[in-house]
């Protein structure tokens, strides 16, 4: 009958109404500023450096190889490598960037940068709300504010934290095996020589 | 009260003289709809609140309307004559001739000598009645007249949407039809009512 | 008690015109009459526009504006402000007389309107014999202003909106007008406080309002729906239709200009519906006598928010009707209803009251309203789609 369709329509909108203030499924509207909608577990907004430990100078992982500057498509990334070198996390002497800045008024969050990285040190930040009154300045983040804790990383990408934490673990490993394994090569190499010249020197080559 | 009438009188004369002698066609138009609201204003100030009332609705409500529809079909907006031409004097003088001589024949006739009686205070309720028992062939008459205008209009704009239908299909793009499509729906659905 | 609260603004304007001196008097009594009414229905205004899209959000799953004063009820005020301030823009080509005369011949007519609707008892503030009619000729003069605001913007879309709002508007006077006849016939009077006069006896369990009679309460329906078309209310509100020719013929019009377009538009819709409660439902009357302590103007108060809400309910609800959909509804449902609704009012008033004439005026009502909803719901009957060339 003509006006049905109206009523039910009617009797619809009523409920929403109602509804909207009684139950959570019928006004899902969140409140900006106050609330935040969770963020994906693969969001991504811009770079950051990661540091291990509390110190960011010291426990940066970078070593400004540079490539994700060089990999950069719209060349956001301005990297000025130092000019001694300091100990990294493997105990080994590597460079560190003097200066690293991002533009992100330019960068376009490809990620590249992220993937290219050898030594798990740029991943990308889900902060968002980076708005500046200065277009230039305000713009061009700079060491500090780019390097962050890896607990922070834990925190936003829990998975990817632990992928990397489990590569450089295994890196380190690695590290410390050969070392071990120089160690006991030099051992062996010294008790044999210590030990009369009759073993052959092939156990020297076992590495 | 004199000044109301003063100011109803000069308000309506002024739209008058502006519907005459104003150069854009629309402006004409809404000048003259000021007109009959200042009309309206003389019906109510003699009392006569339903002429006066019927005036506004009929008038200002649909007649301007009708009139403004008209100018806009006919894109006829700028007129390019000026405004006082050779034959205005001789016009003027005509003019004032023939208001003199009505003028002096209604002051002299006795007509104008007779005491008025007091006017009735005529209610709605009175124009009711006499309506449906005086003058009731002249109502049903006008009811008729009323409804062959409209059946007519409805004839031909029929006819010339199914013209303009036939016809190639740039007539109808230099042509602002909306009007006539907006007051009568497509004939697909209307057919022949 | 319950009598001086009802008439209390009354004493007030007469003690106020009695401090006046005497050659003041009359003009302070009009003053005083007219003042209220400037007062309280552009304040209104002001609520229901915060009230219209709180609601409107609710309806649609979100907050309405929650932020500007508690619970966002002082956005009226952001929205005066930023009205006031914002550049006049006036375009170039523009008949600049018109363009600065169309507001006002918007909104004038909407106010002035007020002037024969009864508030409460012995609150009206012109008593004319021909009330209604005085009502529904001011109502028609907004035509002339949607006319003005369209033809001086010279924009096509400007003038589109106009036209398509103007053969709206007058295609739903008639309706609405026929409708409210019905009342006329069974009061016996032009006059509105009369029709309120008359609808204030309690026979039965039910108060005399009209709208409790099988004609009342199709004319108050029909009514209804044309006082959402004559408002540019959705669903009628093609002309401004707001996601398609985005303000209709109010397109060029910014600022305050704009401001009193929707001013005059939402007066418009208070007075309308201010009569339909004074034609149906009872004016000022209470609905059961036991309540008739609450004041007169207390209850034509709460009927106009009640109908206000219903408004935005609609409005919240229904789709935009096309143009065409709108003028078949208008002349081929709606006029025959309302003619076929006079003719039930008048078997009212003849048969005697009793089971008879509910049966007999209810078969009338309804039995066209069917058939012709039935005739218009099945011309659009379309059959299913063939392909050429995809399957």
Request: hydrophobic fraction near 50%; glycine fraction near 6%; charged fraction near 15%.
């Amino acid at each position: 009958m003509l006006g049905e369709g109206i009523i039910k329509g009617m009797g619809e909108t009523a409920r929403n109404f109602l509804g909207s203030y009684v139950s959570k499924k019928r006004l899902t509207t969140l409140q900006y500023p106050e609330e935040r909608a969770p963020q994906f577990p693969n969001a991504r907004q811009f770079p950051f450096l990661v540091y291990d430990g509390e110190d960011p100078e010291q426990g940066l992982r970078c070593v400004s190889c540079q490539i994700c500057e060089k990999e950069c498509p719209p060349k956001c990334i301005y990297i000025v490598k130092s000019k001694d070198k300091r100990v990294d996390y493997k105990g080994q002497m590597q460079f560190y960037p003097a200066t690293f800045n991002i533009d992100i008024s330019v960068c376009m969050s490809c990620q590249i940068c992220v993937e290219v990285c050898p030594f798990e040190s740029i991943k990308m930040d889900t902060e968002f709300e980076l708005s500046s009154t200065d277009r230039f300045a305000g713009l061009l983040v700079r060491k500090p504010q780019l390097a962050k804790s890896n607990d922070h990383y834990r925190k936003i990408h829990p998975h990817d934290a632990a992928e990397s934490d489990a590569a450089l673990a295994a890196e380190v490993a690695k590290v410390q095996a050969k070392a071990k394994a120089d160690a006991e090569a030099k051992a062996k190499a010294a008790a044999a020589k210590v030990a009369p010249a009759a073993p052959p020197p092939e156990a020297t080559l076992a590495k | 009260m004199p000044l109301t009438f003063t100011i109803i009188a000069i308000v309506t004369i002024a739209c008058a003289v502006a519907a005459l002698s104003l150069r854009n066609l629309v402006h004409c138009a809404l000048a003259l709809s000021g007109t009959f609201v200042g009309l309206a204003g003389v019906y109510l100030q003699l009392g006569a609140q339903f002429v006066g009332l019927a005036q506004v609705l009929v008038y200002v409500g649909a007649v301007s309307i009708l009139v403004v529809f008209a100018i806009l079909l006919t894109r006829n907006d700028q007129s390019t004559d000026a405004l006082f031409s050779k034959a205005t004097f001789a016009s003027i003088g005509v003019t004032v001739a023939v208001l003199g001589v009505l003028i002096w024949a209604i002051v002299k006739s006795p007509a104008v000598k007779k005491t008025l009686p007091p006017a009735p205070a005529p209610s709605v309720k009175s124009i009711g009645d006499s309506l449906m028992t005086n003058c009731v062939l002249p109502l049903e008459v006008m009811a008729l007249l009323l409804t062959a205008a409209l059946i007519g209009a409805v004839i031909i704009a029929m006819q010339n949407q199914s013209k303009t239908k036939m016809e190639d299909g740039e007539s109808k793009m230099d042509k602002p039809s909306e009007p006539s499509s907006i007051l009568h729906p497509p004939s697909s659905q209307g057919g022949s009512k | 008690m319950t009598e001086a609260l009802d008439q209390i603004f009354v004493t007030l304007k007469h003690w106020l015109v009695s401090l006046c001196p005497a050659e003041f008097q009359v003009l302070a009594s009009i003053v005083l009459s007219v003042a209220p009414i400037l007062m309280v229905f552009p304040g209104l205004f002001a609520l229901v526009t915060v009230i219209e899209r709180k609601g409107l959000g609710r309806i649609q799953n979100r907050y309405g504006p929650n932020r500007v004063g508690p619970f966002g009820f002082l956005q009226f005020v952001a929205d005066g402000i930023k009205a006031l301030i914002k550049e006049d823009v006036v375009p170039r080509r523009a008949d600049k007389v018109i363009h600065f005369l169309a507001p006002l011949a918007l909104v004038l007519p909407c106010v002035v309107v007020y002037a024969v609707l009864p508030f409460g008892r012995n609150m009206t503030l012109t008593e004319l014999d021909a009330g209604l009619l005085f009502f529904f000729a001011v109502g028609a003069s907004t035509e002339l202003a949607v006319f003005m605001a369209g033809w001086s913007s010279r924009n096509k879309y400007s003038l589109f909106g106009a036209m398509r709002a103007i053969a709206q508007m007058i295609s739903y006077e008639i309706p609405l007008i026929l409708s409210a006849v019905s009342v006329v016939m069974i009061a016996g009077s032009l006059s509105l406080p009369k029709i309120v006069a008359a609808q204030g006896t309690y026979g039965g369990w039910l108060p005399d309002w009209f709208v409790f009679t099988p004609w009342g309460l199709a004319g108050f329906l029909l009514f209804m729906i044309a006082a959402s078309a004559e408002s540019n209310r959705a669903p009628f509100d093609l002309p401004e239709g707001e996601s398609e020719i985005i303000a209709g013929y109010y397109i060029e019009y910014s600022g305050f200009k704009f401001a009193l377009f929707f001013l005059g538009e939402y007066l418009g819709l208070f007075a309308i519906s201010g009569l339909a409660i004074t034609l149906f439902l009872g004016g000022w009357n209470a609905p059961l006598e036991s309540l008739a302590w609450i004041p007169s103007w207390a209850w034509f108060f709460t009927k106009l928010i009640a109908l206000i809400l219903l408004f935005i309910w609609t409005r919240g609800t229904l789709p935009r009707l096309r143009q065409d959909q709108l003028m078949n509804f208008a002349w081929k449902f709606m006029l025959p209803l309302t003619l076929i609704n006079l003719v039930a009012a008048a078997l009212w008033h003849y048969i005697p009251a009793g089971f008879t004439r509910w049966f007999m005026c209810g078969l009338m009502v309804v039995g066209p309203y069917c058939l012709l909803g039935r005739g218009i719901a099945g011309k659009d009957k379309t059959s299913k789609r063939v392909y050429r060339f995809a399957d």
